[in-house]
C-alpha cells in the first residue's frame, strides 16, 4: 500500500530553527509537496520538490531525496504564526496525490 | 478574484438526510476536486473533475454525487447522509505554479458537517 509517514505533533521555540520530516513510499513518484493549514483554515501551498536537493523560499526551505524516499520542511527564525499543521503529500505514478496526516506545529514563546 | 468559494460552513443533518455541498471558482481552473478531512487522516479524494461534463472517482466515493455543469461550479451531493459522513469538506481547484511548474491545489475554506 502507499504511505506518508510524518511525526503528529512537534513543538519548537519562537526564533529557533524546527525540521519537519516526512517519509514516503509510494507506487511511483512525480512530485512532492509542502502545504500549510492553520486550525479551522484551508491548506496552502507551501512547495514542491520534484528533484533532489534543496529548494528555498524565504524563511522555508525543503529537501528531497527520491533515493531514500524522505523530505523535510525547514523553518526558520520561527514566528508565533508559524503554529499550524503542516502537510505533506506524494503525487504518485497515476498523478493522484497522496497524503500524510499532517504535523502539528506549537510555537512557544 | 474570489478564488474557491465553499457554502455552507457548518451544516447539521440527521441519518437519511440529504444535501448538497457548493462550490464555485472563478479562476477558469480546469480541475476541481472534492477532498474530506477527518481527524488522524491524510486528506482523502471523494471525486475530480478535470473539465466541464467530466467528472471522475477518488479514493472515497460512496454516499456521494457530483456534476460539473461549468468549469466554475463543483457541487457535492450527500444522497442520504451517515454518521460516517462527519468530516471537514474541502473543495479545490488546481492552477500552475510559477515558480516551480508544479499544479498546485487552491482550497476553498472548508465545510464542516455533522451527521446525527
Known amino acids: 500500500g502507499q504511505n506518508i509517514d510524518q511525526p503528529t505533533e512537534m513543538t519548537a521555540t519562537e526564533g529557533a530553527i524546527v525540521q519537519i520530516n516526512c517519509t514516503y513510499q509510494?507506487?511511483?513518484?512525480?512530485?512532492l509537496f509542502w502545504y500549510q493549514q492553520h486550525a479551522g483554515e484551508a491548506p496552502t501551498f507551501l512547495s514542491y520538490?520534484?528533484l533532489d536537493g534543496l529548494e528555498e523560499k524565504g524563511r522555508f526551505s525543503s529537501f528531497l531525496s527520491r533515493s531514500k524516499g524522505y523530505s523535510y520542511l525547514l523553518l526558520k527564525e520561527l514566528q508565533m504564526k508559524d503554529s499550524a499543521s503542516y502537510l505533506c503529500a506524494v503525487l504518485d505514478s497515476n498523478y493522484q496525490l497522496i497524503w500524510g496526516a499532517g504535523t502539528k506545529l506549537i510555537i512557544k514563546p | 478574484n474570489a478564488g474557491v468559494t465553499q457554502t455552507p460552513k457548518f451544516q447539521v443533518l440527521k441519518t437519511g438526510q440529504s444535501m448538497t455541498l457548493q462550490c464555485a471558482q472563478d479562476m477558469n481552473h480546469e480541475y476541481m476536486s472534492w477532498y474530506r478531512q477527518d481527524p488522524g487522516m491524510g486528506l482523502r479524494l471523494i471525486h475530480y473533475s478535470v473539465g466541464a461534463g467530466i467528472t471522475d472517482q477518488g479514493e472515497v466515493p460512496n454516499g456521494y454525487n457530483v456534476s460539473r455543469s461549468t468549469t466554475e461550479d463543483f457541487p457535492l451531493r450527500l444522497l442520504s447522509a451517515a454518521p460516517s459522513q462527519t468530516s471537514v469538506y474541502f473543495c479545490a481547484s488546481s492552477y500552475q505554479d510559477s515558480h516551480s511548474g508544479a499544479n498546485v491545489l487552491t482550497f476553498g475554506a472548508g465545510s464542516r458537517l455533522t451527521v446525527l
Open positions: 520538490n520534484v
Open positions: 509510494t507506487s511511483g513518484f512525480n512530485g
